[in-house]
Structure formats: structure tokens, C-alpha cells
């Protein structure tokens, strides 16, 4: 996304990426950036909180509008929780999660190769 956002700038449309990736986005030197330090996939808020997601969207449209400098960065006031206790177990792998997470995959590539048509 972050690849798109600096094409259409090159071409003269502003953009803004909202995204949890700091250190990717920031590297890919995108014009503006609006931060939400949530886990990935989820920028703009929780699932079902549109009160959250209209506030995240209003803020980058804010960015994208007021922005002065290049590459500029701004970070939403928001938390996911305020212990922030779900970056600990965030994409953990454990023994007990790996044995689970490998049978999952196995199924996934089962339905896959069932759903492929055949040549």
C-alpha cells in the first residue's frame, strides 16, 4: 500500500496510509502516515466500535489535509487496551500454539488443493 501511496503522490494525488506498521510504512517514505499502535490489520479500531473508526478516519482525513511537511507522521490518541497486554501474545508461537496452528494449516492446504480445478 505503502508502494501505491507513493506512485499516486508522484502523480499529483495526495494520499494518506493509515496503518499499524510504523517502521514499514515510515521506511517506505510515504507523504503522511496516521499511526495506530493496534495490532496489524486492525488501523483504524476495534472491530465493532464505529464511534473509534469514525474518529481514526476523521483524524487522517485531518492529515491529509493540514499536512506541511513531507513524510510527516502522526499517531492516534487511541489504545487498544490500556494495559497494552495484547502485544505480549500477539503473533506468539508456542509449543501448544505451533501443534495447533500446524494442524490448521494442514486443513487450510487440504481445502485449497480439493477446491483447484483439475487440468
Same mark, same amino acid.
Given at each position: 500500500? !505503502?508502494?501505491?501511496?507513493?506512485?499516486?503522490?508522484?502523480?499529483?494525488?495526495?494520499?494518506?496510509?493509515?496503518?499499524?506498521?510504523?517502521?514499514?510504512?515510515?521506511? $517506505?517514505?510515504?507523504?503522511?502516515?496516521?499511526? !495506530?499502535?493496534? &495490532?496489524?490489520?486492525?488501523? $483504524?479500531?476495534?472491530?465493532? @466500535?464505529?464511534?473509534? *473508526?469514525?474518529?481514526?478516519?476523521?483524524?487522517?482525513?485531518?492529515?491529509?489535509?493540514?499536512?506541511?511537511?513531507? #513524510?510527516?507522521?502522526?499517531?492516534? &490518541?487511541?489504545?487498544?487496551?490500556?494495559?497494552? !497486554?495484547?502485544?505480549?501474545?500477539?503473533? #506468539?508461537?508456542?509449543?501448544? !500454539?505451533?501443534? =495447533?496452528?500446524? =494442524?490448521?494449516? @494442514?486443513?487450510? #492446504?487440504?481445502? *485449497?488443493? =480439493?477446491? #483447484? &480445478?483439475?487440468?
Amino acid at each position: 500500500m !505503502s508502494l501505491v501511496a507513493r506512485h499516486l503522490e508522484a502523480n499529483g494525488i495526495a494520499t494518506i496510509v493509515i496503518g499499524s506498521a510504523r517502521d514499514i510504512v515510515e521506511e $517506505c517514505g510515504v507523504a503522511r502516515f496516521l499511526f !495506530s499502535d493496534f &495490532p496489524l490489520g486492525n488501523p $483504524c479500531g476495534r472491530p465493532y @466500535e464505529p464511534d473509534m *473508526q469514525r474518529e481514526i478516519v476523521g483524524y487522517a482525513l485531518d492529515v491529509l489535509s493540514n499536512a506541511t511537511l513531507p #513524510r510527516t507522521t502522526v499517531q492516534t &490518541p487511541f489504545v487498544w487496551s490500556e494495559d497494552d !497486554s495484547w502485544k505480549q501474545g500477539y503473533a #506468539r508461537v508456542d509449543a501448544e !500454539s505451533a501443534e =495447533k496452528l500446524r =494442524k490448521a494449516g @494442514e486443513a487450510r #492446504r487440504a481445502r *485449497q488443493a =480439493k477446491a #483447484r &480445478p483439475t487440468d
